[in-house]
């Protein structure tokens, strides 16, 4: 906490601005709209590589919080104030940082894959300030955001290779596939299953339960979509900037419209079960990666009409 306490002596409202805005870089939203991104308009196999790494991070990261069930710094520590506009996101069990793994897992993948030293130097800077922004808000401390980071990075390299190796042939895929599908099975299980002691925190067991059926539902509809993407659609990411501008926006759009739909639905109709968000998450992949790529012929051939 000593850290921390040094961290809190040296704010100010300049410094709390930056500090929240790099801190907002490593929230789920971020990380969906550029690995869908890239999806669509830079590399297929990017794609593949930044959703397994967000996958198995936010697995990874859920069963910790479940597992050791560490308060935040200000619940420990009642003197120690934190900068109140990162409160509303800080929910759920501190250790260890989501937002950290999410950013490290994100931007670390990316500087991973790809070659330009500025882009890499770029997403190494922002995944830094965005690790450090954790600690200077007063959300987590040096032990989440450390654990996390390495996490995070463990699954960069480590990743790597086993999706360049798996993306050379179906079959392989469709192992790496099967393997994550099973380690998010056993999450939902460990979640929704295990003994935990009569003192956890009931809203932060909620949110890992939850977690864990979107998680298994996004999986399962990944294995769906990567079949059918590849035998009937194979889609080309390729088109002008303005036409990529406007597959992008379209593309998040109609996403969303699922994902909240779905909710809205699911909610007037009463269905209070879990399992609901595995159907969300299953439909918004398939969205994402099977009915919205067969609009991509239409956007390049936008942009050849242009030229």
């Not at 179906?170 to 998010?184: D, E, F, H, N, Q």
């Amino acid at each position: 906490m000593q850290f921390l306490y040094f961290l809190e002596s040296i704010r100010n409202p300049v410094l709390d601005a930056i500090m929240q805005f790099f801190t907002e870089l490593g929230g789920e939203a971020v990380f969906l709209v550029l690995a869908l991104m890239i999806f669509w308009c830079v590399s297929k196999e990017e794609g593949y590589y930044l959703l397994f790494i967000g996958f198995l991070g936010t697995i990874f990261n859920q069963f910790l919080k479940l597992v050791f069930r560490i308060p935040r710094p200000w619940v420990k520590d009642p003197k120690f104030t934190i900068v109140e506009s990162a409160r509303a996101d800080a929910t759920g069990y501190s250790f260890p940082s989501g937002h950290t793994q999410n950013v490290v897992g994100t931007l670390g993948g990316i500087a991973r894959w790809q070659k330009q030293k500025w882009l890499r130097v770029a997403c190494i800077a922002t995944l830094l300030l965005t690790s450090f922004s954790r600690m200077y808000l007063g959300v987590h401390t040096p032990l989440d955001v450390g654990v996390s980071f390495a996490v995070a990075v463990v699954l960069v390299f480590a990743l790597y290779p086993i999706v360049r190796y798996a993306v050379q042939k179906p079959k392989r895929m469709y192992v790496l596939l099967g393997v994550m599908t099973a380690i998010s099975l056993a999450f939902v299980l460990y979640a929704n299953l295990a003994a935990f002691p009569a003192d956890i925190d009931a809203e932060n067991l909620a949110h890992g339960q939850k977690n864990s059926y979107s998680l298994l539902g996004a999986l399962l509809g990944f294995c769906l979509a990567y079949g059918i993407e590849r035998k009937y659609i194979r889609f080309e990411t390729k088109a002008v900037w303005w036409a990529q501008i406007l597959k992008v926006v379209l593309g998040l759009a109609v996403v969303l419209a699922v994902k909240e739909g779905l909710k809205l639905v699911f909610s007037a109709l009463g269905f209070t079960w879990l399992g609901t968000n595995a159907i969300r998450y299953f439909a918004v992949v398939l969205m994402a990666a099977t009915v919205w790529p067969l609009t991509f012929r239409f956007f390049a051939r936008l942009g050849k009409k242009k030229q």
